[in-house]
Structures are given as C-alpha cells and as structure tokens.
C-alpha cells in the first residue's frame, strides 16, 4: 500500500519537474527574443524540437524519467510523431515515412479538432 | 514661400473666429467606469455587448448614442448640422460608417489611428472657422476586444502582455462644434508629420508614438512663441507611461520645459490597480477623457488653455507581421476658454 | 512677429534633440558605433545608414525608460504552472495505465483528456487567466495548443461557423501541424534511406 503510494507521489513529482523545467525553458525564449518571436513560434518550435531530439534518441529518456512532464508540453507531440514516423518507415517504406507521423498522432489530432470544435460552439467569448 | 493666410510657422493653423465647443458626450465600458473618472462620463455600460450580439455592433451603437447625445445637448437636431466627422480603429472604419448611417449627415470619414479625435476637431473646426458649415458634430471610439482581435489575439488565448503594452479603451466621444456659442473655444491647431524611429514592438506603442508627439509639440511653440506654462494642461492621447517619459525627455531636451502639466489621457483613465500596464490607448481614449474630465473642468474653470496632443500608431497587424516599424504622428489642438473664465 | 521670429530659433527641432541624442550614445557606448558613416557609400545608402543610427540612439533612450519584465518571477511561474498542469497529466496517466493501458497507449488517451480540459477551461474563460500568470507554463503544454485552437474559433464564430469559427480554429493550430508533419517526413525518409540502404 505504501509503496503503492509512493510510487504515486514520486511519479507526479518527476512529472512536476520534468513538466516544469521544459515550460520554464519556453519562457526564456518568450522573455530573451524580440517581441516578434510569439507564442506560435514558440509551439511550432517545441514540436520541431522535440521530433527531432526523438529522432536522434534523445527524448525517449526523457519520457521515462519524467512521464507525462514531457509527454505534455507540445515537444512530446513531436516525439510522438517522430516516433511513429521511423516505425512507419521501417514497417511499410515510403509509404510508412509519409504516413508514419501522422498515424500515430491522429487520435490527438482529431480530438483536437473535435473538442476545439464543441466547446467553441458552446462557449462564447468574454474579453 | 507664399504663405496662407490663417498659417503660422510650419506646420499650425490659427483660427480666427474660433469654433466654439458647444456640447460634448461620453460614453464608457465598465471598466473605464470603474476608473478614476468614472462618473464624469455621459454613461457607462454595464457589459461590453451594449445589448447587441457582437462587439462590433456594441462600439458601432456606443458612438451613435454618444454622437446623438451631443446633437441633443446642443440643443439641436442632426438636420441642422452641416457635416459628420468621424473614425475608429477597425477596418475600413465601418464603426463609424455604420454610425453615419442611422445619423444621416453628411459624413466624412477619417482615419488617424488614436489620434483621430484631434484630427477630427482640426478638421471640424478649418470647417466651421472657413465659412464651411455652421455646425459640426465629429467623434470617434474604440472597443477592447474589437481592437483585440483585429490587431493582436483573441481575446480568451491565454498570452502574457509585456509590462509596457496598453489596454484599449472602450468607449466614445464626441464634440459639436459651432461658429458660435456658449462654451470653449477651438483656437489653434498642429498638423502633424508622419514620424517612424524604427520601433517594431506592436506591443509598445507608447515608444513608436513619442517621438511623434515631441515633434508635433515643439513644432506647436516654435510656430505660436508661446511657452508650455502658458497652458493648464499639455494632455497627449494615449503614450502610456513609457511613452510619457520619452516624449517628456525629448521636449526637455528640445528646450521646451514642461512640468507637471504635462501628462497623458492613457495614464490619467485607469487606475493602476486595475493592471493595464502601460495605461490606456484606442481612439477613444482622448475622446472620452477630453469629452468628460477636461471639458467639464473647463466649464467649471480649472482649466483655461489647454493642448491635446492625440498620437496615432498607424500600422496594420500585417505590416508588423511583415517585419515594418511603426510610424507616428501627432496633431496639437488649443482649446481655450474664453470672457467670464 | 518679431517676438515669434526670436523664439524659432529657441527650440531644437526634433532632429537636432535626436542628432545630440546619437552625440551622447556615441559617448557612453564608443565600442558599438563609429560616429561617421563609412567611406565611399552612394548617397542613398549614407541617407540609411543616418537613419538606422538615429533609431539605434532612440532605441537607446526608450531602454532607459522601459521597465524591467520580472524574469525571474516569470521563470518561476512558467515552471509552477507547467509542472503542475503535466503533474495532473501524470494523475491521468496512472490512471489510465492502472486500467490496463500500456505506456504508449496511456500517454495518447491523456493527452486526449488534456486537450479536452484545455478546451473546457477556454470556453469558461478561465485559460486566459492561466496563461496571463504562466506564460510559457500554459502555452506549452497541450492544454496550450487547445487553448489556441479554441480561442480563436470561439472568437470568430460571430463571423459564420463555416469561414468564422471553421477555418479558424488552425490559426496557430496549423502551423504547428505543418511544421510537425515536414519534420515528421523528413525524419521517416531519413529512416527509411538508411534502413534500406544498410
């Protein structure tokens, strides 16, 4: 039971700081550039980052040390899609470097598109 | 170089039979009625929908109602009036061509960025002093989230505005200015140039217009001879805080020795706890500080001579995403109370 | 009149106040800029040079005056916030992993959930308070790109839900698609090149 809970806490608190630390990175850069460097350029450059740290094998570690800390922030997306890319290319060649990426994002993608579409119907926006 | 005849110096028109300020309204958004002012403006709204269905809609409404008001405070009607000055912030400035519809005077559309409510009272007032017209009603406003999501994010991403970025006024003002009356008087104006000190920031504002200002203002005096403690108040539109202290140590080191007079509707309109940053910004930031706070204190006699200075950013959300600077510029009004004040 | 003539000559002109203004920045930073143009420039090209130095000496003035962002605060929330919202994520994920998921699988349907949450929070209005304290802390987690998608629909539904709400919910959505999919590809056709090849 102990251990069971503690496992619990340690894992949310690698989280925590995994999660933290990668964010904090963000913000450097938001606050050191210039003021044209918004925060769409800071996602696309989290997904670019993180697709190819994946690639070169670098993030996989990552994610086992800090689990959802850094399979959360935008730059786990793009190891996701890393990821699946070269499973993609290894199983089915070019048609699986194509569709690789995309296959295995697709659920978030789509749910992304879904639940954005939903709650913006509902919501309504209040300045 | 032949010069025209109501021209002095450079760049400044004087008026001779000054067009009086015979009426003048204002209405605000919530916000700005929690402020400093809050109860000198004509209205204040309770949310920033003003009843209608779009934020669009609610500015184009609360600058037809503010018009409509200074019509009516003068005692007259939209018939009698000879022409509609007017603009705003959006695209094509339909707030106020919208506006102009259901006012049906003759309307002349402008479109001076923040600056327009000193662009409209030049304007007004070249119309009425030339033998132009008789009456002259012109306004101008701003929305926050029409401005918003024109010209930066939508209103519920969540972005950190850096400590010098603005908060766009919600609100309207306008001014019926007659070839006489009861009531302040037009006397002089600037026209200014177009100024751009290569700032980038759209988020800093009060640094692309400063230098604008500080030109504009010591054109102003080097032109008329006067001096800035000649005047009750030196008033800019919307520099912000940063902006102010740039524009005031640029006028210092022009030579010009403003004190305390001098200060800036954006920093005057909201309270600092109301964690705006900079201050306000938007057309209807001078409009409605002018056509409520100053107006009023000069009826009442507080103020005899004043300056507004309204500033305008005039760049567009794709200049800046292409990479421009943003240019300035900055028109100088005198107002000035005449006889019992 | 005559008054009027003396006093023009009183008052510098604003670019004379910028001219001493580049005089005393040249002073107080000699390592930075050389206070002639370079020799043999067309005039067009002296004319621009002139003015970059006038924006470089107001840039110059205006840093005086700017105040300083709180970096550091704003370090710290960014890593509060974000460590928190990946923290609940981990919740999730233990739990989806308690119920059977493996580890790739977990981490899908939480960012699913994650991304639902973000978009909540935005049509309540309360991500942009989030972010407003968090900065990077909000925009970087999926929640983030949520929020982006769903803020900038919400906003534009007024304008039809086909152009309006439709088209904009990949304002900033697309780019990262976009950009995601072009590393996406590059990294399987590398993969695929050296597999086959070998």
Redesign the interface.
């Known amino acids: 039971m102990f251990a069971g809970a503690a496992a619990f806490l340690a894992s949310l608190l690698k989280a925590f700081v995994t999660g933290g630390i990668i964010c904090a990175f963000g913000q450097v850069v938001m606050d050191f550039t210039r003021p044209t460097v918004t925060p769409g350029h800071v996602l696309v450059g989290y997904v670019t980052a993180g697709a190819l740290l994946s690639a070169l094998g670098l993030y996989q570690p990552l994610v086992e040390l800090g689990g959802a800390g850094a399979t959360i922030p935008l730059s786990g997306f793009g190891h996701s899609l890393a990821q699946g890319a070269i499973s993609g290319a290894r199983s089915a060649g070019l048609l699986g470097a194509f569709g690789g990426g995309v296959q295995a994002t697709a659920a978030g993608i789509v749910a992304a598109v879904v639940f954005g579409y939903i709650m913006a119907v509902i919501f309504n926006p209040r300045g | 170089m032949l010069q025209a005849a109501k021209k002095?110096?450079k760049q400044t028109f004087k008026f001779d039979n000054p067009p009086v300020i015979v009426s003048y309204a204002s209405i605000v958004g919530p916000m700005e009625g929690q402020g400093p002012f809050g109860k000198e403006f004509d209205y204040v709204l309770e949310d920033?929908l003003f009843g209608e269905?779009?934020?669009e809609k609610a500015e184009s409404k609360m600058l037809r109602e503010t018009l409509k008001l200074a019509v009516q405070k003068a005692s007259t009607s939209p018939a009698e009036v000879d022409f509609l000055l007017a603009g705003d912030l959006l695209n094509q400035i339909v707030t106020s061509n919208f506006a102009a519809r259901a006012l049906g005077i003759p309307f002349l559309g402008l479109y001076g960025a923040c600056s327009t409510m000193a662009e409209a009272l030049a304007l007004g007032a070249m119309l009425v002093d030339g033998g132009f017209a008789e009456r002259v009603v012109l306004g101008t406003s701003s929305h926050?989230?029409t401005s918003?999501?024109q010209f930066r994010?939508?209103?519920?991403?969540?972005?950190?505005?850096?400590?010098?970025a603005q908060w766009t006024v919600t609100g309207a003002g306008a001014v019926l200015l007659a070839r006489e009356g009861k009531g302040p008087a037009v006397t002089r104006a600037t026209v200014g140039k177009v100024?751009d000190?290569?700032?980038?920031?759209?988020?800093?504002m009060g640094?692309a217009m400063?230098?604008a200002a500080?030109?504009s203002l010591?054109?102003y005096?080097?032109?008329?001879?006067e001096e800035p403690e000649d005047y009750d108040l030196i008033v800019t539109g919307d520099l912000g805080s940063?902006g102010l202290?740039?524009a005031r140590?640029?006028l210092v080191?022009?030579?010009?020795a403003v004190g305390e007079n001098f200060t800036d509707c954006g920093v005057l309109v909201y309270y600092p706890e109301q964690d705006v940053h900079a201050g306000g910004s938007g057309c209807g930031c001078s409009a409605v500080m002018l056509c409520g706070p100053i107006l009023k204190r000069m009826e009442a006699g507080n103020y005899r001579r004043i300056l507004l200075v309204g500033t305008g950013a005039l760049m567009s959300p794709l200049t800046v995403q292409q990479?421009e600077?943003i240019p300035a510029l900055a028109h100088v009004v005198a107002i000035e109370k005449k006889g019992e004040g | 009149m005559d008054e009027q003539k003396e006093n023009r000559g009183r008052y510098n002109v604003l670019s004379d106040v910028i001219a001493r203004l580049r005089m005393e920045k040249d002073l107080a930073e000699p390592e930075l800029a050389g206070q002639k143009p370079p020799a043999g420039l067309s005039e067009q090209e002296r004319q621009k040079w002139e003015k970059q130095a006038d924006q470089e000496a107001y840039r110059w003035l205006v840093e005086q005056h700017k105040p300083k962002a709180p970096v550091k605060r704003n370090l710290l929330l960014a890593f509060l916030v974000g460590g928190t919202i990946c923290a609940a994520g981990q919740v999730i994920m233990n739990y989806f992993q308690g119920a059977g998921l493996g580890a790739k699988e977990a981490a899908a349907a939480t960012s699913l959930v994650m991304v639902f949450l973000g978009a909540f929070l935005t049509g309540l209005g309360v991500y942009d308070s989030i972010g407003k304290v968090g900065g990077a802390g909000s925009i970087v987690p999926i929640t983030g790109f949520a929020n982006s998608i769903v803020s900038s629909a919400m906003e534009f539904k007024r304008e039809g839900y086909v152009y309006g709400l439709g088209a904009r919910l990949f304002t900033v959505a697309g780019p990262v698609l976009v950009y995601g999919f072009i590393v996406s590809v590059l990294i399987g056709l590398v993969t695929f090149y050296f597999s086959s090849g070998s």
Do not use: I, M
């Open positions: 002095l110096g920033d269905k779009t934020w926050h989230n918003e999501r994010y939508p209103t519920e991403q969540g972005v950190q505005r850096p400590l010098w100024l000190l290569g700032v980038k920031d759209a988020n800093d640094s400063a230098p500080a030109d010591l054109c005096f080097q032109d008329t001879g940063l202290k740039v140590e640029l080191r022009g030579g010009l990479g600077s």
